[in-house]
């Protein structure tokens, strides 16, 4: 085979291959994602509704959710609730990561994994693990009987069906895994340039908040919304262990599809919203990148 | 001087990077202990050893429908998704076109959606169609959680192949199925191995979607949410969750030692 007809098969393959690949992945995106999407959207507006509601373009659910203290106020609940676990757990995972990556500790890629792992375990299970840790016949409360510390019949209620209870499990679900992002970031940080810190007389201290920590916040804030999106959304932590008290946005949205009342239109209007908030969200997030990137070059 | 951390600092990290683990390990270290425990509530003081529950589990048959049905979700739903991700990395990483930005956005922003919206629109998706829940509408769900976890763990590896080795299998005269067969597929195996685990473990936990979609037949984790509400099935549960962590913990484990070993004999080739 000659030189110039392989050079010609090479310039034709990627136009000829590349809608065969992409096409199937594209597709199944989009019957399976994008459109249910856009279902959602028309349940909202009332373009599609379920028997006896008849179908026509509306915006009386949207007013309906902007003018409700309910539904906005169980959102700013939930908003509160993951913004503090989410900032937490970076707290937390914060030292982890920086002591893993760049102390030159021993054996930290088997370390990283240590601390991973229950994160790859299942979900469910770890629930299941502080119902009965917290509950009022649970391991603390007879544990405290037991040693003497707590009368009988006076158990710690608090500790479960409440938002702490739900905050403590959303935590412990999401900590090992926020340590992730952090390393990464961390671990690819040239560490040259804490040296050249050191050697212009800056203390460790002053080296960090110049130079590491600057140079870290992109996995920080990436950690920080790979908490924040999935909390904000949660039903199944707070419907097993928040009882009324932790009840978030997500279970309003269960309910609202789910009971012997549905009401899709209202229903898919709080799905609508919460989409859009991540999107924002998203959105200035990747923005923030590609300006640390800008500025990097 | 190490210019990351004092001596001191040193220590203090770790300690706390012990006490982070003892808090992350007790619960499943607790759940552990109570599996072998003979009282029928998980309470102090512990009252003697026992396997009944063990035993208990190995003879329930919904348990065991529930675990089968998340075996086979889980199996079609990774390899579907697998194909898939291994399809769209190859499209992507190939070659540079028009619009390559707005598709790998569309591959991956399936992970920034809560799940919560992506059972709810499939739900009513299937609705509209007028489509029957069951096991198939789950793994079409799973297969949209799980194809971005995919692409993520199949670029990386992609692009690191040398393209001139799939040039010079063109060139020898083989077709495009040939290359990907002898050529591509050998190279990326560590990969495809490690992105098929992912997908089936992601599918085999997965609840918050399952739930919207499952049909009459319930998944593992749908059966465990329900038995997480009848305090009378929580003992077999825990010893349940003691055997399916141990499981879990012991395939990461293995994968990630043989991953390791792979690369390294496709780095040194």
Do not use: C
Not at chain 1, 14 to 34: D, E, K, N, Q
Not at chain 1, 220 to 227: E, K, P, S
Not at chain 1, 250 to 265: A, C, H, K, R, S
């Amino acid at each position: 085979m000659g030189r110039g007809e392989g050079r010609l098969k090479r310039a034709l393959r990627p136009s000829l291959a590349t809608p065969g690949l992409l096409g199937l992945p594209i597709g199944w995106l989009a019957v399976f994602f994008l459109a249910p999407i856009g279902i959602v959207a028309a349940y909202s507006f009332n373009a599609l509704a379920l028997p006896p509601s008849t179908p026509g373009f509306t915006l009386s659910a949207w007013h309906a959710f902007l003018h409700s203290s309910v539904y906005l106020g169980l959102f700013w609940k939930s908003v509160e609730m993951s913004l503090i676990v989410s900032a937490l757990v970076v707290v937390v995972a914060f030292p982890l990561a920086y002591y893993l990556a760049l102390s030159g500790a021993k054996r930290k890629y088997v370390l990283l994994l240590v601390l991973i792992a229950p994160f790859l375990t299942s979900y469910l299970l770890r629930v299941l693990a502080w119902k009965v840790i917290l509950g009022n016949q649970g391991v603390i409360n007879t544990f405290l009987v037991w040693i003497g510390l707590q009368a009988h019949g006076h158990a710690l209620s608090f500790l479960l069906y409440s938002r702490f209870a739900v905050m403590l499990v959303l935590g412990y679900v999401w900590l090992p895994f926020v340590a992730l992002p952090i390393f990464v970031t961390l671990e690819s940080l040239d560490r040259g340039l804490l040296e050249a810190a050191s050697d212009l007389y800056a203390s460790r201290a002053q080296a960090f908040l110049r130079v590491t920590l600057p140079l870290s916040l992109p996995g920080v804030f990436a950690a920080f919304l790979f908490v924040f999106i999935p909390t904000v959304g949660e039903f199944v932590t707070p419907s097993l262990v928040g009882g009324t008290s932790g009840y978030m946005y997500g279970n309003q949205i269960v309910d609202l599809f789910e009971t012997g009342f549905p009401d899709w239109e209202t229903g898919a209007t709080l799905s609508l919203f919460l989409i859009g908030v991540i999107a924002v969200l998203t959105l200035v997030f990747v923005r923030f990148l590609r300006a640390g990137e800008a500025r990097a070059a | 001087m190490d210019v990351a951390l004092s001596t001191n600092g040193r220590r203090v990290m770790r300690v706390f990077f012990a006490l982070v683990l003892l808090f992350l390990y007790a619960p499943i270290a607790i759940l552990v202990v109570f599996s072998f425990n003979k009282a029928s509530v998980p309470t102090f003081p512990l009252s003697g050893f026992t396997l009944h529950w063990y035993h208990e589990f190995l003879t329930n048959s919904d348990m065991q429908a529930a675990l089968e049905t998340s075996a086979i979700v889980a199996a079609i739903s990774s390899a579907v998704a697998v194909a898939l991700g291994i399809l769209a990395s190859i499209g992507l990483s190939r070659s540079r076109f028009r619009g390559r930005g707005l598709v790998t956005t569309l591959v991956l922003v399936p992970l920034v959606v809560p799940l919560i919206v992506l059972g709810i629109s499939l739900l009513l998706l299937f609705h509209q169609l007028g489509i029957q829940l069951s096991i198939l509408t789950i793994v079409i769900g799973h297969v949209v959680i799980s194809l971005p976890y995919t692409v993520l763990v199949l670029m990386p590896r992609l692009e690191r192949i040398d393209t001139s080795l799939a040039e010079a299998a063109y060139d020898l005269g083989a077709g495009p199925l040939t290359t990907f067969g002898r050529v591509t597929l050998p190279l990326i195996l560590p990969a495809v191995v490690s992105a098929f685990l992912i997908a089936f473990t992601t599918s085999f936990d997965e609840y918050a979607v399952a739930s919207f979609l499952a049909g009459s037949r319930q998944t593992f984790p749908i059966f465990l949410y329900s038995a997480l509400r009848f305090p009378s099935q929580l003992p077999q549960v825990i010893a349940v969750a003691v055997v399916v962590l141990s499981l879990t913990i012991l395939v990461i484990v293995g994968v990630e030692v043989w991953q390791r070993r792979a690369e390294a004999r496709l780095e040194a080739a």
